[in-house]
């Protein structure tokens, strides 16, 4: 199908589930934008998961972004419970538009759910010429260093650094890989990869059922550790109100009537402000350092959120179509959509 249709599709489920259509569309976007990436983990394969939590009351679809503290350079949003996408996309929005008079910009969500692919929200803050990072926490699964108990989430960092070509995007989770691809493996039944999961014991497995209900390896050992808790800083322990380990489980059915609770922080910082004139140039330099030797420039291959072609073809996991169109059925979204 195209990314048009399935974008409809998408935006089409989630307005049947009672939320306001702008950001059933902006939501729908991020997750097409994320398939188109080649990162289907966090594309469709978690609308199912999204839907169902709106159904049973732990996603609120009438939810509102609230200020609930503000100052000029920070504002602080209580999420009510709503979907994560256009709430993390409307909060860097905001931290853009602050940025371009105080030169730094904070903006943090209290209360929020799952927002998908982090590298989405920067492009509002590099499209403007600033440099953008995103922080996220989730449900508990990467054990301390040296434990043996789920403590914090994959806690996810993206950072957008603007080059006067496609910008060096940033998006990683602090795990050996993200929990959404575990899922994908276990819902098409295959086995994972060494290194990736522990079981609930804490003893590594290849077996993605047991990984989804166990958790993941650090990225990099002690370092991912001290990383991920980090970010737990400053997303569950800044803002909140759960840190990791309180953080209801979207892939546990159980959990879908309880409020995530999750946290975001995004950071916009001002180049001209920090840097002078010359920022943008050494950011340039450095672009075309990496390139000339040999190097991966870190995002260049991606389509930014608004060069998405809706007449692209996608093939979408026949497990994802298949809950797609039982959830389709179910909210009576018309056929000639699916």
Request: aromatic share 4%; proline share 7%; charged share 20%.
């Amino acid at each position: 199908m195209k990314i048009g249709e399935l974008t409809g599709l998408a935006a089409d489920l989630l307005t049947a589930a009672g939320v306001p259509a702008d950001r059933a569309n902006r939501t729908a976007r991020i997750l097409l934008l994320s398939e188109a990436w080649g990162n289907p983990s966090h594309g469709l394969l978690r609308l199912p998961y999204y839907l169902a939590r709106l159904s049973a009351g732990g996603c609120r679809a009438d939810a509102e972004l609230t200020p609930r503290a503000d100052a000029p350079a920070a504002i602080v949003y209580d999420g009510e419970s709503g979907l994560g996408h256009w709430q993390v996309w409307q909060a860097a929005e905001t931290a853009r538009d602050r940025c371009r008079t105080t030169g730094v910009a904070v903006a943090t969500i209290a209360d929020s759910s799952h927002c998908g692919a982090l590298g989405a929200y920067v492009y509002p803050m590099v499209e403007a010429g600033q440099l953008g990072i995103v922080f996220s926490n989730g449900p508990a699964v990467m054990p301390p260093w040296g434990g043996a108990i789920p403590l914090l989430s994959t806690s996810p960092i993206a950072a957008g650094i603007p080059t006067g070509r496609a910008p060096m995007i940033v998006d990683m989770a602090t795990t050996t890989v993200a929990r959404g691809k575990v899922a994908a493996y276990a819902a098409r039944g295959q086995e994972l990869p060494e290194g990736w999961a522990l079981d609930t014991d804490g003893t590594p497995t290849t077996d993605a059922a047991a990984g989804l209900r166990g958790m993941l390896a650090p990225l990099g050992g002690a370092k991912g550790y001290v990383l991920a808790l980090l970010v737990e800083a400053l997303t569950g322990g800044l803002t909140g109100p759960n840190l990791a380990v309180d953080v209801p489980d979207m892939f546990d059915p159980d959990d879908d009537a309880r409020p995530q609770g999750i946290s975001h922080t995004v950071l916009a910082i001002d180049p001209s402000v920090l840097g002078a004139d010359t920022a943008s140039r050494r950011f340039d330099g450095l672009r075309d350092l990496i390139g000339r030797h040999g190097g991966r420039v870190p995002g260049a291959a991606r389509v930014a959120p608004g060069d998405l072609d809706d007449d692209l073809d996608l093939t979408i996991a026949d497990e994802t179509m298949s809950r797609l169109m039982e959830w389709a059925g179910e909210l009576g979204v018309a056929a000639s959509r699916a």
